[in-house]
């Protein structure tokens, strides 16, 4: 069984222009998280979904930050513009309501030049 | 709100050793509990989780873990360490908000000397 898949693995760009981080979550499971993680800040919540539906984005940092689920196994994270102090590992998460665990993928390395 | 407190953030152990890493939660409802484990540059991996039932809980690599309601603990454990185990650790708990949230704690970072 395929575990969530992340892509890109890593992205460098230049400050001012739009990233896009892209998760695919495991088949069957109907909530989906995203997270952010640096040294400074350790490991954040930005949004999560439930049944593709925005439930929560009060961790998103900015403006700047937009995240879309259009159907059960597919979403993105996109940046516009992105700035260097975006510099960090993406994790996208997903899980079933019930359980209670999440399973990460492998993350996003982003750099902002 | 709930919360999950780990004490010390570097734990540094003997190849051989015990390991102990410490978690306590700050929960309003009965707690679902978990520890993940992350291997550089990997994503967060679910080592245990507690629900309902036995209080002392087995994960994957030889970990356990107890919940103590009494002292709103839920430790990590391994008799012997091995150089493999170096990793950072979260302990989390679910949010009685619902939709699988997990309230994270701050890790800590376990290193494993010959």
């Known amino acids: ?9 890593h ?13 695919k979550p495991i088949s069957g499971h109907n909530s ?11 490991l954040e919540l ?15 940092p900015e403006d700047r930050f937009s995240a879309k689920m259009p159907n059960a196994s597919f979403s993105t994270l996109k940046i516009q513009p992105s ?13 079933r309501t019930g359980p209670g665990e999440q399973y990460f993928g492998p993350g996003t390395r982003l750099t902002v030049t | 709100a709930q919360s999950v407190t780990q004490l010390g953030s570097h734990v540094s152990v003997s ?16 707690p679902y509990l978990f520890w993940y484990v992350q291997y550089p540059n990997q994503g967060l991996q679910l080592l245990l989780k507690y629900t ?20 709103t603990s839920f430790h990590l454990t391994k008799p012997s360490a091995h150089m493999s185990d170096a ?7 679910r949010s009685s908000g619902g939709y699988n949230k997990l309230i994270f704690g701050a890790g800590t970072r376990l290193a494993v000397h010959p």
Not at chain 2, 15 to 30: D, H, K, M, T
Not at chain 2, 87 to 93: D, L, N, T
Request: glycine content about 8%; proline content about 4%.
């Open chain 1, 1 to 9: 069984d395929a575990g969530v898949i992340q892509s890109p693995r």
């Open chain 1, 11 to 23: 992205e460098v760009t230049e400050m001012g222009q739009e990233v896009t981080l892209r998760c």
């Open chain 1, 32 to 42: 989906l998280f995203w997270y952010r993680q640096t040294m400074m800040r350790g």
């Open chain 1, 46 to 60: 930005l949004i999560y979904f439930n049944n593709n539906v925005p439930i929560d984005d009060s961790g998103m």
């Open chain 1, 83 to 95: 700035e260097p102090r975006d510099s960090a590992v993406y994790f996208c998460a997903s899980g």
């Open chain 2, 15 to 30: 190849e051989g050793a015990l390991v102990l890493l410490r978690c306590n939660y700050s929960s309003s409802v009965p």
């Open chain 2, 52 to 71: 309902t039932g036995a209080t002392l809980v087995k994960g994957i690599n030889g970990f356990e873990a107890e919940f103590k309601k009494s002292e």
């Open chain 2, 87 to 93: 990793a950072e650790y979260f302990c989390a708990v």
